[in-house]
């Protein structure tokens, strides 16, 4: 209880809170369409962007928004029009990106070492600005996701049929992709880039083993994930370890787990 009356854990619990929410939603997308890989890519290719933001002299954040979208829009062009050797295309712009980014935080003068903060998370110090600015990308996530719901519930689960009952999947596909974007930048200052692909699949990878709809798998990663944050941030604090990667071994140990005692897991091993 002690911990409440600290501003700085008050911050980092309500960050968790409102990440949870946007990786349970934009998440299940992700584990339903099978774009996994590309948030992956999407996530390092950021880095680029941070980079040039230090760079430049300007907030950081605004440099990795630019380049997650720009990357963004790239990976769905490219895969949308062709299945072929994606993973080439989307290993070497996560390479390039990484890359773009490591260059400009050389040429940079003076101290750069919070550069780390943004590879492996900086939860304990979120300010009332990321949380204002988390709570609008919420905002932006559940109205669109309200609006096309039924859309992105035809794309997600049968693409070619959605195409023709008139459904512009092109548009709703990097609709979403850009929304990944958005939540990719926001979860990396929670956990870093290299974890972001885990707090944004292993919560709807959990919870589609225990749901049918997808509501309710995105209801179920929601709350999984805020579980996942604040056992995560409790036991960093207390064994003094890093609270991103904690938060992330907590929720590996739940997958695990899950696929022992998955309902889903049981019924295919009958069958």
């Given at each position: 209880m002690e911990l409440l009356h600290l501003e700085f854990f008050q911050n980092a619990l309500l960050a968790g809170v409102l990440v949870s929410i946007a990786c349970g939603i934009i998440g299940?997308?992700?584990?339903?369409?099978?774009?996994?890989?590309?948030?992956?890519?999407?996530?390092?290719?950021?880095?680029?962007?941070?980079?040039?933001?230090?760079?430049?002299?300007?907030?950081?954040?605004?440099?990795?928004?630019?380049?997650?979208?720009?990357?963004?829009?790239g990976m769905g062009s490219v895969s949308y029009n062709t299945r072929q050797r994606m993973d080439t295309v989307i290993g070497v712009m996560w390479a390039v990106?990484?890359?773009?980014?490591?260059?400009?935080?050389?040429?940079?003068?003076?101290?750069?070492?919070?550069?780390?903060?943004?590879?492996?998370?900086?939860?304990?110090?979120i300010s009332k600005t990321d949380l204002i600015l988390m709570a609008g990308l919420n905002l932006i996530i559940l109205v669109i996701t309200v609006l096309f719901y039924r859309q992105w519930q035809s794309i997600s689960f049968d693409r070619e049929f959605s195409e023709i009952i008139g459904i512009p999947v092109r548009f709703f596909y990097l609709l979403l992709l850009s929304l990944t974007a958005l939540t990719v930048v926001m979860v990396m200052r929670l956990v870093g880039i290299i974890m972001v692909i885990a707090l944004l699949t292993i919560p709807p990878a959990i919870a589609e083993r225990f749901c049918v709809s997808l509501k309710g798998i995105m209801v179920l990663a929601c709350f999984l994930g805020i579980g996942f944050t604040v056992a995560g941030m409790l036991i960093s604090f207390y064994l003094n370890l890093t609270s991103g990667a904690m938060i992330i071994l907590v929720a590996g140990v739940a997958y695990f787990i899950s696929l022992s005692i998955s309902p889903k897991e049981k019924t295919s091993r009958e069958d």
């Open positions: 299940t997308y992700v584990v339903t369409n099978r774009i996994v890989f590309i948030s992956g890519g999407i996530a390092h290719a950021a880095y680029g962007g941070i980079g040039l933001g230090v760079f430049l002299g300007i907030n950081p954040i605004i440099g990795a928004v630019v380049f997650s979208l720009l990357a963004a829009m990106g990484m890359a773009i980014g490591i260059i400009f935080a050389d040429l940079t003068q003076g101290y750069t070492a919070g550069l780390m903060s943004y590879l492996f998370g900086s939860i304990l110090t």
